[in-house]
C-alpha cells in the first residue's frame, strides 16, 4: 500500500519480556517519527529520525526504549523489559522533511501493546 | 517545552449541530495544525495554518492561527456522524536543528444521530 504500515496491529506481552514494533514508511519520506498514545491521552512524542542524522531521542521516557531506522527506510521501536505501564498505541509517522513542509505527517494505524 | 492546552477534552452533541475546540499555549509557534483520529487509525492532518490571522476552511470545518501566534481554533459545522472521533492540535516551532511538533491532548467528539 502508498500508507505508513505497522506491524503488529496487535501485541499482548508478558511483564519483563522486550517487544519489537515495527514500522514502513512512506516511500520517499526522510523522516520517520515514534509516538506513544496512552488511553484516553494526546500523541507523546519519542524519537525521531532525518535521513541520517543522529535520531533525535529526546523523548524517550527511559533507556529500556530505543529504536533504529536501516537504510534510511524500516524502523523498529524496541522496548526491553516491557512493564505494565508501557501498555499503549505506538504509532509511527512519516513526512518528507522536517523543515517548513515537513509538518505534514502521515500516520500509521499503530501498534496497540498490552503488558500483562 | 512547549505545551498545548486543548478545550474542551470531550463533547457530546447533536447531529446537525455546530462545534467549536481551541488550542492556547504560552509558546508562539510558527504552524498550527489540526488532526482527526478516528477509532483504531492513526491522526490524519484536516487544515494546516502558516500565517498569524489565516483563517483556512476544508469544506465543513473552518481553522484560525491565532494573532498572537499562541493559539488556534477549529469549527466544524452542521455536524455529522462521521465527524465522531479524536481531534488534536498541534504547533509546530522552528528551531535551529529542525522543528518540533507539539500535540495537544485531544477533544474527543461524539455526535448522536
Known amino acids: 500500500g502508498a500508507g505508513v504500515s505497522q506491524s503488529p496491529s496487535n501485541k499482548v506481552t508478558e511483564k519483563g519480556k522486550d517487544v519489537e514494533l515495527r514500522c514502513d514508511p512512506i516511500?520517499?519520506?526522510?523522516?520517520l517519527y515514534w509516538y506513544r498514545q496512552s488511553l484516553g491521552q494526546g500523541l507523546e512524542f519519542l524519537i525521531y529520525?532525518?535521513?541520517?542524522?543522529?535520531?533525535?531521542k529526546s523523548g524517550l521516557p527511559s533507556d529500556r526504549f530505543s529504536a533504529e531506522r536501516t537504510g534510511g527506510s524500516v524502523s523498529t521501536l524496541t522496548i526491553q523489559r516491557t512493564q505494565q505501564e508501557d501498555s499503549a498505541v505506538y504509532l509511527c509517522?512519516?513526512?518528507?522533511?522536517?523543515?517548513?513542509?515537513?509538518?505534514?505527517?502521515?500516520f500509521g494505524s499503530g501498534t496497540q501493546l498490552s503488558v500483562l | 517545552g512547549q505545551q498545548l492546552n486543548q478545550s474542551p477534552q470531550s463533547m457530546f452533541i447533536q447531529e446537525g449541530e455546530d462545534v467549536s475546540m481551541n488550542c492556547t499555549s504560552s509558546?508562539?509557534?510558527?504552524?498550527w495544525l489540526w488532526y482527526k483520529q478516528d477509532p483504531g487509525e492513526g491522526p490524519v492532518l484536516l487544515i494546516a495554518?502558516?500565517?498569524?490571522?489565516e483563517l483556512t476552511s476544508n469544506g465543513r470545518l473552518t481553522a484560525q492561527f491565532g494573532i498572537t501566534r499562541k493559539d488556534s481554533f477549529l469549527n466544524i459545522s452542521a455536524s455529522i456522524p462521521s465527524d465522531v472521533g479524536i481531534y488534536f492540535c498541534?504547533?509546530?516551532?522552528?528551531?535551529?536543528?529542525?522543528?518540533?511538533?507539539?500535540f495537544g491532548e485531544g477533544t474527543q467528539l461524539t455526535v448522536n444521530p
Open positions: 495554518l502558516y500565517k498569524a490571522g
Open positions: 529520525f532525518q535521513g541520517n542524522s543522529a535520531p533525535d
Open positions: 516511500s520517499g519520506h526522510t523522516a
Open positions: 509558546s508562539i509557534f510558527n504552524t
Open positions: 509517522a512519516s513526512s518528507f522533511s522536517r523543515g517548513r513542509f515537513g509538518e505534514k505527517l502521515f
Open positions: 498541534a504547533g509546530l516551532i522552528w528551531e535551529t536543528r529542525g522543528s518540533r511538533l507539539t
